[in-house]
């Protein structure tokens, strides 16, 4: 069992919009700004898409963003287009004293 | 461009001992820590541990701990992952990934080593 929660699939039309959550507890998510996603196609390593909960590094599409609301972090994806099908991870830092970072599930989206 | 590569799959029998490693390049390798993340087939990312190659200091994960060991060479750029006796559980796709001392985000990411382990 991951220690963030993820919805293990979503799915969307292109052109349309989908959000997935993350949803962890005061000692990660709700405690701090260090909220990151990652995007991994079948064979490839992760890719870094947002950090700090809503920032974009750079070459990222804007069609991505990141929000945050107690517990509980958010990726949308807007104007879906069929490359964005991939499993995306959530990852916050954690003030646990045994872990230093803690990842989500995953979550499968299905381009329709 | 800064990039992580890391070495290639390996085959080894359950009980054998192995080291993978990561190499950097494009950036100061001393200033930012390495982790080592773990994908199980089929599965999500667990977090290993981390290294800070300026002095190799290092943590782990209690699901790690004594079962792995992380070290790096900083007069080379590069980071280790090392097993001193394999288990079948061990097979899995193993990622190194740059980070800063607060782990805020990881980037980037090697492009994997696949390590089977099979009798």
């Known amino acids: 069992q991951s220690a963030l929660t993820q919805p293990a699939s979503v799915s969307g039309s292109p052109g349309q919009s989908i959000t997935i959550s993350c949803t962890g507890t005061s000692s990660d998510v709700g405690g701090y700004n260090y909220v990151s996603w990652y995007q991994q196609h079948p064979g490839k390593a992760p890719k870094l898409m947002i950090y700090?909960?809503?920032n974009r590094p750079s070459g990222v599409s804007n069609r991505f963003s990141g929000s945050k609301s107690g517990n509980t972090a958010s990726l949308t994806i807007s104007g879906l287009q069929a490359e964005d099908e991939a499993d995306y991870y959530c990852s916050s830092y954690t003030s646990s004293s045994t872990l230093e970072v803690v990842f989500g599930g995953g979550t499968k989206l299905t381009v329709l | 461009e800064v990039q992580l590569v890391q070495s290639g799959a390996e085959v080894k029998k359950p009980g054998e001992s192995l080291r993978i490693s990561c190499k950097g390049s494009g950036y100061s390798f001393t200033s930012y820590w390495i982790s080592w993340v773990r994908q199980m087939p089929g599965k999500g990312l667990e977090w290993m541990g981390r290294i800070d190659p300026s002095d190799s200091y290092t943590n782990y994960s209690p699901s790690f701990q004594g079962h792995v060991t992380i070290s790096a060479d900083k007069s080379i750029s590069t980071a280790y992952l090392q097993w001193s006796s394999l288990k079948a559980s061990d097979t899995a796709m193993y990622y190194c990934?740059?980070?800063?001392?607060?782990?805020?985000?990881?980037?980037?990411w090697g492009q994997g080593t696949l390590v089977t382990v099979s009798s």
């Open positions: 700090d909960v809503s």
């Open positions: 990934a740059r980070h800063e001392q607060l782990v805020r985000w990881f980037d980037p």
